[in-house]
Every structure is written in C-alpha cells, then in structure tokens.
C-alpha cells in the first residue's frame, strides 16, 4: 500500500517538471509596464499578428535582476518597457541581443542604442504631482520650482520612489543632478535636504501616487503617465513642472540574449518601435509620449506639457554613474534620519 | 559495551530486513537531499564561496554597511517586541476565552477572529493600517484630528504585526491553560490565597513553558515577516527580509542578497534551537482533552470578566474594522476618491487574474496531497519506526519550515537556476516550496497523535493475528487520519497565502495571487488587490471549514483543531 | 479444541541499560504448564513477571532459551503467528473501532464470514455478558466493561492459550474481587490453557491451579497456594505470601523426631524430620499470625507481650504484640464471642509446635 503512494509521489514531480506545452506561437516577456498598459498592448500585438505573449510585470529593478540571474537559461525573449537607464545597466551585464528593428534608422538618437541594444518605443517626462486639498490647506500654489519642495508645510508629505528598486528614482535623481551641472555634492545636498520632507520611498515608481491622490501625501514626484493615471481615476491632483527643468526618460524594449524565441522576439520589438503600437497609446488612455517621430503627441497630453521645461537623461552618463550615485544615495539621502 | 553496539547494529539489520521500510527511508532521503539541504548547500556557498575558495569578503562587503546593520538589529528588536506584545495580547486573550467562564458563543466569536489574521493573504493589514493611520486617515485626521501623524516605521509594524501574529500566542495557551486542572486552583482558594496570589503562584508558573513557546514562536514570525514590513516600515526602519529582498531586486546582487539571508539565518537558527532543546517537546497539541471534574472556575473575580471580555472584543473589533475596510476598498471604484459601488475589480480578477487564480489554485491543489502524503509518511517513520539516522532525519525536515521564507526562496532560485537541477519557472519549484515548508506541521501532528496511541493497542492487533501491513491499515492509519487532514489543510492554506518564499519563484508560466496583490498594490490597483485579498479569505475559510467536517467524521482518539494546528 | 501445554525452556533476556550496563530482566526461566491449567506468575514489579509473559506471547524474544506451546517451538515465531489471546493491562481497545468491531477483529484478519463472525461474536459477548453493546464505542463504557470487551476479543479467534497481563489492576477493589471469579470461571469452561501475570498474591491465590513466584528474573518457588503458604521456600516467599513474622530460633537438637529449638525463651519441638541443620546453629523460622495463641496475662503459661495495637476487622482481630525487642503480628478469629485486648493490655503468647515453619536452607533473598 505504501509503495503504491510512494509510486504516485514519484511521477507527480516528474509530470510537473515538463515545461508546459505550448499552443501556437508565443513569446515570452518581462515587463516593466504595469499589467494595465501591457496586458491590453500585447492583446493588440495578438490581434495584429497571432502571436501571443506571455509576460509577467515586474518593477526594473527586480526584471532586471532576474534577467541577469537567468543569464545562462533565460526564460523570455524581451524585456518589454522600463527606463532605458535600466536597459542601459543591462548592457554591461550582456544580457542583450543586439537587433535593429525597421525603424531603426528614423529614430532620434537618443532613442535607439548606437549598437541596438534597445530601442525606445515611449517617453516619459517626470512631473511633479500634488494634492489639491493639501495646497488649499496650506495656501500654496502647485510647486514650480525644486526648492519649492523644500517648503516647511511639505514635511512629511512628500512620497517618491526607491532608486534602490525603480527606474522613476533613478531618473529623478539624475534629473536634479543635470539641475545641478553634474556637481554631485551640491545635487546631493538638496537631496538632503528634500529628505526631510519625504515621508517615505517607495518600492515602485507610482508607488506614492495613490497616497497623493488620497491626501495621505501632499505631492511627489512620478512619471508623467502614473500621475495623468492618477488624474484620470478621478483623484484630485495637480500636475506642474520646476522651472529649472525636470527629466525625462525613454521607455525601452530590448532582445535578451540567448532568448528561445528570438525571431517572435524581433516580431514584437518591430510592432512596438513602430507607430502600429504608439498609436494606441491615446486609445488605451496610456500617457507616454511616443517616441516614433511620425507619432504625434495626443492632444490633451500635448496640453499638459504646454511650457514644460523637460530635458533628456543622457544614458551614456546614466547607465556609466548608475551604481555608484544610487550606492551613494542609499548611504547618503535614503539612511539620513529624521 | 558490546550490549550497546550490538543494539545499533541490531537496528541496521532489523531495517535492512524490512524492504519497504529501507525503500521508503531512501526515498525520504533523497527528497530532503534535494529539496532542503541542496538549495541551503548553495546559499552557503553563494555566501562563502568565491571562485571556489572560501571567503569572508561577502560577508565582509555587506556588514560594512551601516544600514544593513542597522536592519540587523531592527530585525531582532522588532521580532522581540513582537513577541513580547504578542504573547501578552494572546495570553490575555486565552485567559479570557478560558477562566472567564463565558458562554460558548462569546468564544466562539474570539476564536473566529482569532483565525483570521492568521489565514490571510499578506499586506491585508498594512493597506488598511495606512488608510487608518495615514497623514489622512480615517482614523488618525477624520476621527482625531491628528495632522502629520506618521504611518511608516516601528510602531506601525509592530501593531500590525502583534494583531496578525497573537492567533499564534492564543493557539499556544489555550490549551495549555485549559489542562490546568481548576480543581488546583480551587485547592489553592481553599487554603485562604487571595485570587491575585493563586494566579501569581499557581497558574502563571504552570504556564511558563507555555509562554516561552509562543515568545519564541512570535520571534520566528516576525523575524522572518517580508510583507508587512515592506509596505509599513517606511525607509527609517529597514529589517532584514525586506533588505534582502531589495538587494536582490533592486541592486541585482544575488550574492549580497545571499549574505544577508545568512545573517537573518543566526537568528532564525537560535530560536529553533532554544524551541527544541529548552522549551522542549512539550510543544504538541494536547488531543485528548479530559478534564477533571467540572467545578466553575473561581479565578477570576467577577468584576474583571466584564472588562477582560471588553477587551478581547475590541481587538477583535479591531480585526473585523481591517477585513471590512479590505471589502469595502474592493466594492469601491478608488477608495479614498471615489466611493461609487461596482463589482468592477472583481471581474478584472476573475478575467485578467484568472491566470493567478487559476495557477494558485492548481499549485495549492497539488501541494496538498503531496504535502499530506509525505507529511503522515515522514511523521509516520519518525515517529514509530527504529532505523539508523532517525532524530536526523526530522531535524532536516524542519528546516525549510524554521527559516525565514526569503531565505529559502533565495536559495531555491540560486540552486535551481543552474544545472544540474534546472526547475525554475516550473510549477514543479513552487509545489516543492510549499511541501517542504509547511509540512512539518502535518509531521509534528502525526508523531504527537502517534505518541497518544499506546503501543499495546498495535500489539493487541498483532496477537490478534494481523501482519504488521494490516495493523498499519486498519489500526495505526484510521487514528492518524486526522494529522493527515490537518497537514493537508495546512499546505492547501499556506500556498494560498505565502509570498515571502515564492515571489522568487514566480516566472512566466506560473504566477500566485499573492504575488499578484502585492504588483496591484504597487500599481495602485487597490481595487483588485483587496478582491483578491478577499478570494482567498473566503476560499481558505472554506478549506478550514471542510477540512474541520472531515474531521468530526472520524472519532479517532481525539479530535484536532485544524486551527490548532495552523498555531505552529 | 483439546488445550495444549506450555513450556518455557532456560529463557532469559537481557537489555542494555545505558547506565548499569547490562541488566537482565529475565534470568535463565522454565516452566511448564499443563494443558488447561491456570498457571499464575507472582513477583513483585521489575521482577521479570510481565516480560516473561510477553515472551511467551511473542511481543519479545528471548536472548536464549525455547519456547514451545503444544509440543510445538514457537521461539522464532511473531507473535501474530502464534494463535494467541492476549489480555492486555490497559485493555488496549480500539478506539475508532465499535465493540462488535473489536471482538470481529481477528476473525475479520482470518477472512471469515459474516455470517460466522456475527454468530461468533454474539456467542462471546454474551459468554462476558456484555449482549447489546455491539454498538458503542470503549470511550463510553465502564472500565469494568471495557475489560470484558478485552476478554472476549482474545477468546473470541479459539486461541490456544490465554495470557493476562495484570488485566484487574485498573478496576477497584470489588470489581476487581468479581471479576477474577469471572475469569476463571470462563478460562474453566473454556477449557484453555492460561497464563496469569499479577502482583497481587491473594487474587494469585483465589484462582490459580498452581503458582509460580518471581524474583528478581526468576522463579524461587512454584506450586499451589497451600504449597507455598504451607513451605515457603525463602524469607521472600514467606513474606509476600501472606502476612508473616519472621523470626530467628536456636537448634537445640535435630533428629529424626523432629527439631527441637529455643524460641523467644521457649522450648518447642518442630516435627520437620527434613530439615538440615545442627545442634547450635541459628534458624530463622515462619509464624503466621493466625496460629499464635494470645491468652491473658493471668493465664501463666506462654510468652509474656505487650499489645501494642489492635485493630477489629469484623470476623477477626489484628494485634501488634511487642515482645522483647520484636514486634510480632497475631490474628485472632472470631473475637466478637472469644473476646478482644486492649492496647497497653499484657499478654501471654503460645506457639503450637506444627504452626512453625522451618525455613529451608536457602539463600536468603534481600527484602525487594
């Protein structure tokens, strides 16, 4: 009787060790764009070729690390989306295939990798969001300026992300670093002192937008597309710009190396580099700015930016200073006690 | 000593002559090779090793920084409050639920809300604690008034914790406390101790062992805690889980994440030992529970009752506010902006989290009987059979369930993402993670059950003529069953519920609820966070509530608790 | 089905105790049984009796020795191949199962028929009384109804042997009193060969056909009750049968007319021809209570005592008389019309010469 369970015990494991059968063409994905925006552009990539894609979403710390922990036995072909600071990081862990989609050539070049690398299929300024209860409140207008944050009434207000885990921090950190001309000690010391009024860092980039959205927080810094989100779901939130200048990141896709499907891989990187995806971005309420020049912006997001002083992030310096300015901001801002 | 050799080599002979038992310890061995001391083996090397040469430079690297440090010691004094506010919280409430002398519905209300911190699916407190406590929280402005109270940090992770983790506490003492005979009480009354006396001397030293069980049980909990601290610590008060899950995650350093594993292990690893060679095994659940002859309990004065019952209610109306509000956020369009009613969230649940349901429930449901099946084996051989490398062999087992999930969900991925054994992105590694963590609860109830069925009555059934496979069928078996149930009811709850291992261990094929939960709270998908949250309320209650029909079925020795259970 | 004898062959067992080493439990035992003879094992606990049993029942093996039940060696056999009845101390139950299940439980194992167990287990608890229990549970009966389950269990399969393992020790003391005529009436009509463990010698001595007493793993003395109450063969029979008081006397003379020794300062002549001992040497000898004579002080003759205590027992009257150093236990019969002594009262004691017992020449066993 014993040996009868023993039996079933043993194939069991044996059974559920094959990988799953697969139904027709498919690919496999990480993505670093919320459920909500991927799940309905990979449905569109399925309607527009047959090709399904399997994907599960993770912030661009943990995609990146998996990716690089699966580096000898990858389990997806492309890593989908995520500040291209990330994409930049990944290169030197040589986890990318290099591949130039058809439009390659017509791309920016701050949007494509000299090589491939990545390609960028999105831009996504960052912003700086508050709660409209919380301004009334304290007699202040929507924050326009990087000091403006360092106003008393912000203490304990302010939420933004971890750049020990999201590409969003990463961005805003290199953002006030261009401010600042590239001088790390004068950057960091705003940091500082923005510290103080930050009431906690999140672990996703949008992290902090539900609490500024709620009231629980009075403003933060994000992506343009999780704060118009915001908006959208029906919170009370304003939307403003520092005059100094404010940073934007482009959103990237990118083939992994060794990947077991490559060509549905390169199937999917030319849907998405290529307006056939960016033009459903206004449809699906996505507010990332194409990156495609034939796209044009949609019209209530191009209101949005109307006077906006937005820069690009130079990857080059990004993706060479990435670890050590994030090493030192943990030591430096993140530890830094009330 | 020949007298003694000879007994040790008389047991190898006596196991080599018994084929099925040898095949089956072979087997066991194999799996506990493979699925606990392999990934643990490759942890440590991860550590330790560098290019094939032993090293400190890891640890080195990652104890230099002040802020891992830091999260060290937050991690244990965390964990010691916890314990302490816990075990308090939990005895208060067993001494209630026991000496007050209430009516058999008021305990069951306690019980009932009791259970339900410990079968919920993670985060469920910490969402709504930052909707109560928050700089705009219900509870903290539109009650008090309070401005600029701030929700992140140690005191919300401790209240957070203590109310998820006193069940545990409660589980503990009741039993303990309800085999204090009363009669010993009403003996100490009658020679003239004052009531506050005869608790001081009487009750509370007998409940001692008791007490330092649940202390070392809440510990463990909390020391191993990802989810709650990950949402409610804020960036002030970092704990060693959640660091090691960043360092992995954020800082792609597998390596340091490994580190930091094995410096939560330290920890982990003294309390495991205190709990086993201290505590003692006076740990198991009390199954046959006779009393003595019932003399209403004098204990506590009447006037206390009152105030002591007030009390437990209000944690427990604690408890419920928490659930409500998580129904309440997954009935609502945006809670906070929007309070329109829809069932919107729980379509998208059950048509874009269908996958999660789907998997999650597939993975529950194999981990289930295979949880239970080597959970009665293993108890089984441990606990009757004689055969060389035996206390070993149940000291393995319990490791997986010891140690922090992070630990052995980081020690899964390395090992299991390289050859040999390449099982990541299976369901396969998922199932195995569950099995070999939460079935040593179904092996613990099997030996205690095992050890509550006198020898004589398999010896009874072998003078009766019965070969020792008819004894183990018709009599050993039928009396265990109910450990059976309760091991399968544990996995089944636990794979619902766990996250800190598996978030490792998702991949693209299979994916979990509650990793599901924790990406929609993080997208600020708050609706399908707390309709997911609520699925697995339900189903797990549904799970306790079959489990615990079966169970009456069988009028074995004694009946087990599934709760009980869930306790350990 | 005729009975079968038993036979225990120089069987001993040791088992290594982690501090003493080696211990035997069991030290070099025979014993036959006759066929349907009820054949007690008395000792006091630790002596072995308890393991002995179980050897014959198979539950342990003998480190050397045989044993054969009918003429047959059954020492390499499992207990489950032996054809056994075993009542346990605990009776041993099974709790899932009813009483009908219970006592069906080896004829279900020997794959009879329904119909033949529901006839068979009908017959057996109707033989215990116990008709229209079938169907509790042993959590909801008595003690004294959860041993009768247990007897009828083991009698239930037709083994050829029955063996009790102290089986009345949890049931009190009437119970207990009603019980064991019970059993032996049932092991009579059944006509089987038993084997009883217990440490209580009266109840050994209500049922037994023959008596074998334990001692430290073995048997120092076997026979029947009169036997062993009558020439208890060492000061620890003598005093774990019976009450006793053990006392030393001076040979004077031995001869073929009997003994002559000097008791408490008196002269009596034993007539025990067989006894081995000279002129001057030192004896110790039996006196049972019951055949010491106390008289009143005035009465002249005897040895002069003291009563100490006294304790009226209805149909007898227990004294502790304090004669010279000793303190020694007398039973006086019928004391409501021969009347009783009080405390503090002086008496004169005598001792019959045939209610002496010399005690053979053996190795005195140490006090247990």
Not at chain 2, 77 to 83: D, F, K, P
Not at chain 2, 486 to 505: E, H, K, N, P, Q
Request: hydrophobic share 50%.
């Amino acid at each position: 009787m014993r040996r009868f369970w023993i039996l079933i015990a043993a194939l069991l494991p044996a059974a559920l060790a094959l990988p799953p059968a697969l139904a027709g063409e498919s690919v496999n994905a990480y993505s670093i764009w919320p459920e909500n925006w991927a799940r309905p552009m990979f449905q569109e990539f399925e309607k527009a070729t047959g090709i399904k894609v399997n994907f599960v979403r993770f912030s661009s710390g943990e995609a990146l690390a998996r990716v690089i922990a699966e580096k000898n036995n990858p389990r997806v072909d492309v890593l989908f989306g995520g500040p291209v600071e990330t994409h930049a990081a990944g290169i030197k862990e040589a986890i990318f295939e290099p591949y130039k989609p058809p439009s390659f050539n017509v791309l920016p070049a701050r949007f494509r990798h000299a090589e491939g690398q990545w390609v960028a299929i999105a831009d996504d300024p960052l912003v700086f969001m508050s709660n409209t209860k919380f301004l009334k409140e304290n007699n202040l207008k929507p924050p326009m300026s990087w000091n403006d944050l360092l106003h008393p009434a912000y203490k304990n207000m302010l939420q933004m992300a971890d750049a020990r885990t999201s590409g969003t921090a990463v961005t805003r950190i290199f953002s006030i670093l261009e401010v600042y001309g590239r001088d790390e000690d004068k950057a960091f010391d705003y940091m500082k002192k923005k510290r103080r009024n930050v009431q906690v860092y999140t672990k996703s980039g949008g992290g902090g937008t539900l609490p500024v959205g709620l009231g629980q927080a009075g403003a933060g810094i994000f992506f343009i597309v999780d704060a118009l989100d915001t908006q959208q779901k029906g919170y009370d939130v304003a939307i403003s710009f520092p005059t100094e200048g404010i940073g934007t990141a482009a959103e990237a896709i990118a083939l992994i190396k060794g990947a077991k499907n490559p060509e549905l891989g390169k199937k999917l990187i030319d849907w998405a580099a290529s307006p056939a995806m960016q033009s459903l971005f206004a449809k699906y309420k996505i507010n990332f700015v194409p990156a495609h020049p034939e796209m044009k912006v949609e019209a209530s997001l191009a209101e949005v930016l109307k006077g906006a002083k937005i820069f690009p992030i130079d990857d080059q310096y990004a993706g060479a200073n990435r670890k050590r300015v994030v090493e030192r901001w943990v030591n430096e801002v993140l530890s830094l006690k009330e | 000593m020949a007298g003694i050799a000879g007994t040790w080599m008389e047991r190898w002979r006596r196991t080599l002559r018994d084929p099925a038992l040898f095949a089956t310890v072979l087997v066991l061995w194999v799996f506990l090779v493979l699925f606990i001391l392999f990934p643990l083996a490759r942890l440590l090397g991860r550590t330790f090793l560098d290019g094939g040469q032993f090293t400190l430079a890891n640890m080195a690297a990652i104890l230099q920084d002040s802020n891992h440090r830091q999260a060290f010691w937050n991690s244990l004094l965390l964990a010691a409050l916890v314990g302490l506010c816990g075990t308090v919280l939990g005895f208060l409430y067993a001494f209630t639920a026991v000496r007050a002398n209430l009516p058999r519905g008021w305990i069951m209300i306690l019980d009932a809300c009791s259970i339900l911190p410990l079968v919920s699916p993670p985060f469920t407190t910490a969402i709504a604690m930052i909707f109560s406590f928050g700089p705009r929280g219900l509870i903290t402005y539109h009650l008090f008034g309070i401005k600029g109270f701030t929700v992140y940090g140690l005191h919300s992770t401790l209240f957070s914790e203590t109310l998820t983790y006193f069940p545990i506490a409660y589980l503990t003492l009741k039993p303990i406390l309800a085999a204090i005979d009363p009669n010993v009480e009403d003996m100490a009354f009658s020679l003239g101790s004052p009531r506050w006396r005869v608790f001081r001397t009487v009750t509370l030293p007998l409940t001692i062992p008791g007490l330092a069980n649940a202390f070392l049980l809440l510990f463990a909990a909390s020391l191993a805690d990802f989810a709650t601290p990950l949402i409610l610590a804020g960036n002030s008060f970092p704990v060693l889980p959640t660091q090691a899950y960043l360092q992995i995650t954020g800082l792609f350093d597998l390596k340091g994440g490994a580190v930091l594993s094995f410096v939560l292990l330290v920890p982990a690893l003294v309390v495991y030992l205190l709990q086993r060679y201290w505590v003692g095994r006076r740990y198991y659940v009390t199954i046959t529970g006779k009393v003595g002859a019932q003399t209403t309990i004098k204990s506590l004065a009447p006037w206390a009752r009152a105030p002591l019952l007030g009390l437990c209610l209000l944690i427990a109306a604690a408890i419920l506010y928490f659930y409500v509000l998580l129904f309440y956020a997954s009935v609502v369009v945006a809670l906070g902006a929007n309070h329109a009613w829809t069932w919107h969230h729980y379509e998208v649940i059950f048509t874009e989290g269908l996958k999660a349901i789907r998997d999650t429930l597939i993975i529950a449901g194999l981990g289930m009987p295979l949880g239970g099946l080597y959970g009665i084996l293993l108890g089984y051989l441990v606990g009757k059979k004689h055969f060389p490398g035996r206390q070993t062999m149940e000291v393995v087992s319990m490791i997986n369930y010891s140690l922090p999930g992070t630990i052995v969900g980081i020690a899964y991925l390395i090992a299991f993402n390289d050859p040999p054994l390449i099982l990541t992105g299976t369901a396969l590694v998922i199932v195995a993670c569950y099995v070999f963590r939460y079935s040593p609860t179904g092996i613990r109830a099997t030996v205690a059950l095992l050890q509550q069925i006198d020898p004589s009555i398999e010896e009874a059934s072998e003078s009766l003529g019965a070969s020792s496979g008819t004894t183990f069928r018709r009599i050993t078996l039928p009396l265990i069953v109910p450990a059976f149930f309760a091991g399968l009811g544990v996995v089944f709850i636990r794979s619902m519920t766990a996250i800190s291992a598996t978030i490792f261990l998702v991949s693209i094929n299979w994916t979990l609820i509650t990793v599901r939960i924790l990406e929609n709270m993080t997208e600020l998908s708050l609706g399908p966070a707390a309709a997911f949250s609520i699925l697995v309320v339900v189903i797990v209650f549904a799970m306790i509530a079959l489990i615990s029909s079966l169970l009456r079925r069988f009028r074995a020795a004694g009946v087990v608790e599934v709760t009980s259970i869930l306790g350990g | 089905m005729s009975a079968v004898s038993i036979r225990i062959d120089g069987v001993s067992k040791q088992f290594a105790h982690r501090v003493k080493g080696e211990v035997y439990a069991v030290r070099d035992v025979s014993l036959t049984v006759q066929p349907a003879e009820f054949v007690t094992l008395l000792g006091p606990s630790g002596c072995g009796k308890t393991t002995t049993l179980r050897m014959i029942a198979g539950f342990e093996q003998p480190n050397s020795g045989r044993i054969f039940i009918g003429g047959q060696d059954v020492t390499g056999l499992m207990a489950n191949q032996r054809n056994i009845g075993f009542v346990f101390q605990n009776y041993a139950l099974f709790p899932h199962l009813s009483v009908f299940e219970n006592v069906a439980y080896g004829l279900r194992v020997q794959r009879q028929s329904d119909a033949a167990i529901l006839r068979a287990v009908g017959e057996v608890l109707a033989m215990v009384g116990l008709q229209g229990y079938e169907q509790q549970f042993p959590n909801q009966l008595s003690g004294g109804e959860q041993q009768r389950v247990a007897l009828a269990r083991a009698i239930v399969i037709r083994p050829r042997v029955l063996l009790f393992d102290e089986p009345l020790s949890n049931l009190d003391a009437k119970l207990r009193v009603h019980m064991r005529g019970e059993l032996r009436e049932l092991q009579k009509r059944l006509d089987i060969t038993a084997v009883y463990v217990t440490h209580d010698q009266e109840e050994a001595m209500a049922i037994s056909d023959r008596i074998a007493v334990m001692h430290q793993g073995a048997i120092v003395q076997e026979g029947t009750a009169e036997d062993l109450y009558r020439r208890p063969a060492s000061e620890f029979v003598a005093q774990f049968i019976g009450r006793t008081n053990l006392l030393s006397a001076r040979v004077l003379a031995a001869g073929a007319a009997g003994v002559e020794i000097e008791l408490a300062s008196q002269r009596i002549r034993v007539p025990d021809e067989t006894a081995r001992v000279a002129a001057g040497e030192t004896v110790r000898v039996v006196v049972r209570p019951e055949v010491i004579n106390v008289y009143a002080a005035e009465s002249g003759s005897g040895v002069p005592g003291t009563i100490v205590s006294r304790t009226f027992l209805g149909e007898k009257a227990e004294y502790q008389v304090q004669v010279g150093a000793e303190i020694l236990q007398v039973t006086s019969y019928d004391p409501v019309r021969r009347g009783t002594f009080a405390p503090g009262q002086q008496v004169r004691l005598s001792f019959p010469a045939e209610g002496i017992q010399l005690l053979r020449g053996e190795a005195q066993c140490r006090r247990p």
